[in-house]
């Protein structure tokens, strides 16, 4: 995997590009650690950590091999992605996808309620994550239930 990094930007093999914080290569953030994408494929023996189906690194394919982080910046202390080994498995683009986006919704319908309960006036889809932490704190860990997002 070719992870690049330009300005505040970076991209994984030309083909998914997503915001980034720091000016760090992703890759070498994991590597550093000994936690590339490769060592973690080949611990679990190509296998999804979730749906157990056999990855790939064909590009739009949904069994694409990925980096999983178990605990995502939702449930995290600091609001950030936890880069340790113990914390990373490799997931098939299908089921990272899945579980971001079901645990995307958990967390945006629990801020919104918090904003409702404060009656504050605040547009909570285009609040950054950050903030919405920083006003209200942690989403409550039991709204994540594992069964509902492994049967998305």
């Known amino acids: 995997m070719r992870v690049t990094a330009l300005n505040d930007w970076t991209s994984i093999n030309d083909s998914i590009m997503f915001k980034s914080s720091n000016k ?7 590597e550093r650690n000994n936690m590339s994408l490769d060592n973690l494929i080949s611990h679990q023996s190509n296998k999804c950590h979730y749906c157990n189906c056999e990855m790939n690194r ?7 091999a990925t980096v999983e ?5 939702w449930s995290s202390p600091k609001h950030r992605k936890i880069e340790v080994a113990s914390n990373l498995v490799a997931a098939c683009f ?3 996808n899945t579980r971001g986006s079901v645990r995307n919704r958990i967390a945006r319908n629990y801020y919104k309620k918090q904003v ?3 009656g504050i006036k605040l547009a909570v889809a285009s609040t950054s994550s950050k903030v919405l932490y920083s006003l209200f704190g942690l989403v ?10 492994q049967n998305a």
């Open 140 to 149: 409550p860990q039991h709204l994540f239930n594992v069964k509902e997002i």
């Open 69 to 73: 982080h178990l605990v995502d910046k």
């Open 94 to 96: 299908k089921c990272n």
């Open 58 to 64: 064909e590009t739009k394919s949904p069994q694409l």
């Open 116 to 118: 409702a309960n404060r």
């Open 24 to 30: 760090v290569n992703v890759n070498q953030k994991l």
